[in-house]
């Protein structure tokens, strides 16, 4: 069942009203000689959680003035102190039947609710609704329906009250009944899903859906929900959850198009062209990066990424490029994989080999064991003409964790024929 307070009532019947209100002091509009002394010690006493002696302040200011800010002001201090059958007698002789204080009849129903005394409570309520219609009100009688775990007429009225004004509050509070204690969930989510499609997708309707759909562990609903809230609401914490959801569903191809649309994490839709080999894209994209952030991190990345997107890797201009590029990372940022890609790039299409290898040997000071940079090295003897070199050290990488790539077989095929074309002059 769902839990009520007293507090959270108050609060939902008089958050536009006096609970929140300072009683301002105003010296030219006086009713009598020391009002502004009386309001003082009133506040004092609410300051305190004295309550019973500020409704006791509240209601000599009332009767002193008859202003019915301090009356009402007075039984809220009575709700705060439970003092719930002074409220009811108070009401009982305050009202009138000719000319209702709807006000009035909302403390009653609260103190009466306090009381549980329940009958009074919802017959008192549903007047109340019938003649205020007013959206806290039909709320108010839904939560004495609950606290009689009569779940079925709590709905039954706050649908008659929907109808009439298409409240979210409404619909809020009528969901959680029907998902919650009469367990039709999917009526529940149909209900808002109809809201959120046909007139908004707000903060409240749509948090509820996830809210929802995430006890139901419904990932595909839990998605649609934050796109969709996502448009109402552009922030980060949403976007991230969406990001989330589509790298556990593997969904990378639609997160990139979120990623593109939205803006929202530029490093993300980064990592996840690299995943793609959407090169063309990556390097265009680091290279945004590194002109926005002056992260030489992304100059060294937007480097691959344009020497993998290019069709011709053997063109001087890409080389040129890709080439001054890496040069200048790693005069400031010496990491591993800058200086294997730059050295393999000068040994590979021979723009510089000894040059290249000069990068390799650093590279191996930072990763002396790594198959991939070894294997870069051998290469770099291939190149050099140094096949004996190439091949005791090619044999070695074969024999190591990624001795099986692809790149390395080939490399190891190249050597043994240089190898053998060696063997081949020396027996002539």
Request: glycine share 2%.
């Amino acid at each position: 069942m769902i839990k009520l307070f007293v507090i959270f009532i108050s609060v939902l019947m008089f958050s536009a009203c006096s609970l929140k209100e300072n009683v301002k002091i105003q010296g030219n509009e006086k009713a009598f000689m020391d009002e502004d002394t009386y309001i003082l010690f009133a506040l004092r006493a609410e300051e305190v959680s004295d309550n019973k002696s500020a409704s006791d302040l509240f209601t000599t200011l009332y009767e002193k003035s008859q202003k019915k800010e301090y009356l009402y002001r007075s039984l809220e201090n009575d709700l705060m102190a439970r003092e719930n059958e002074k409220l009811i007698k108070r009401v009982d002789m305050l009202q009138n039947e000719k000319n209702i204080d709807f006000r009035l009849l909302r403390y009653k129903v609260v103190a009466l609710f306090e009381l549980d005394r329940l009958d009074e409570a919802i017959k008192l309520a549903v007047f109340l609704a019938s003649k205020t219609k007013e959206e806290n009100d039909y709320l108010l009688s839904s939560d004495i329906y609950i606290k009689r775990q009569e779940f079925d007429l709590a709905v039954k009225y706050l649908e008659s009250a929907y109808v009439k004004n298409n409240s979210e509050k409404i619909l809020d509070k009528m969901s959680i009944i029907l998902y919650v204690n009469l367990g039709r969930k999917k009526e529940a989510i149909a209900h808002l899903e109809t809201y959120s499609r046909m007139l908004a997708c707000s903060k409240l309707i749509c948090s509820r859906l996830i809210a929802f759909y995430s006890n139901d562990n419904n990932i595909d609903g839990l998605l649609a929900t934050y796109l969709r809230l996502y448009e109402v609401e552009k922030n980060a914490k949403i976007a991230h959850k969406i990001i989330q959801i589509y790298s556990y569903q593997q969904n990378y191809i639609d997160l990139a198009k979120f990623l593109e649309e939205s803006k929202s994490d530029d490093e993300a839709l980064l990592q996840i062209y690299a995943s793609l080999k959407n090169y063309d894209k990556a390097y265009k994209l680091a290279y945004d990066l590194y002109l926005k952030t002056d992260n030489i991190d992304y100059l060294g990345q937007s480097a691959i990424y344009e020497y993998e997107s290019a069709a011709d890797k053997s063109s001087k201009v890409l080389l040129k490029s890709v080439v001054e590029k890496l040069e200048k990372v790693v005069l400031v940022q010496a990491k591993a994989v800058y200086l294997n890609y730059l050295g393999y790039i000068l040994i590979d299409h021979e723009v510089d080999v000894k040059k290249g290898m000069m990068y390799i040997d650093r590279v191996l000071e930072l990763q002396p064991k790594s198959a991939f940079y070894l294997d870069s090295k051998a290469w770099g003897y291939y190149k050099l003409g140094e096949c004996e070199k190439a091949d005791k050290l090619i044999k070695k990488v074969s024999k190591m964790k990624g001795g099986d790539d692809p790149e390395v077989k080939a490399h190891i095929k190249e050597i043994d024929r240089c190898l053998k074309n060696i063997k081949g002059k020396n027996r002539k």
